[in-house]
C-alpha cells in the first residue's frame, strides 16, 4: 500500500464517518483512495502523466471523508465505518 493510500485510510479513520449506511459510505471512500492509489502506483512506474488525477481522486476522498464527519458520533459506528473501509481497501485491484 502507497503511503497516500496509508494516509487516507487514518485520516478516515480519525474522523466520525457514516451515511444513510456504513457499508455504503465506507465503500465510496475506499472506491475513491483505491483509483487514487492504483494511479499513484502508475505513477512509481515512470507514468507521471497520472499524478494529477491521483492527486484529484485523492482531494474528493479525503473531501469524502470530511462530508461523512459527524453523521456518526458513537464509537461502534466509527469502528465498524474503519472495519469496513480496511476490508474494501484490501480489495483494491
Known amino acids: 500500500m502507497t ?7 487514518v485520516s478516515a479513520i480519525m474522523t466520525s464517518c457514516g451515511g444513510g449506511s456504513i457499508q455504503s459510505d465506507a465503500k465510496k471512500v475506499a472506491e475513491l483512495q483505491c483509483k487514487a492509489q492504483n494511479l499513484m ?5 515512470g507514468d507521471m502523466s497520472v499524478m ?16 461523512m464527519e459527524g453523521k456518526y458520533t458513537s464509537d461502534s459506528d466509527k469502528q465498524k465505518f474503519a472495519e469496513i473501509l480496511l476490508k474494501e481497501m484490501g480489495n483494491c485491484n
Not at 502506483?41 to 512506474?45: D, N, Y
Not at 494529477?52 to 462530508?67: G, I, P, Q, R
Request: glycine fraction near 4%; charge should be negative; aromatic fraction near 4%.
Open 41 to 45: 502506483q502508475k505513477a512509481t512506474t
Open 3 to 9: 503511503i497516500l493510500g496509508a494516509m487516507f485510510i
Open 52 to 67: 494529477e488525477e491521483s492527486t484529484k481522486l485523492a482531494s474528493e476522498a479525503a473531501t469524502l471523508s470530511k462530508e
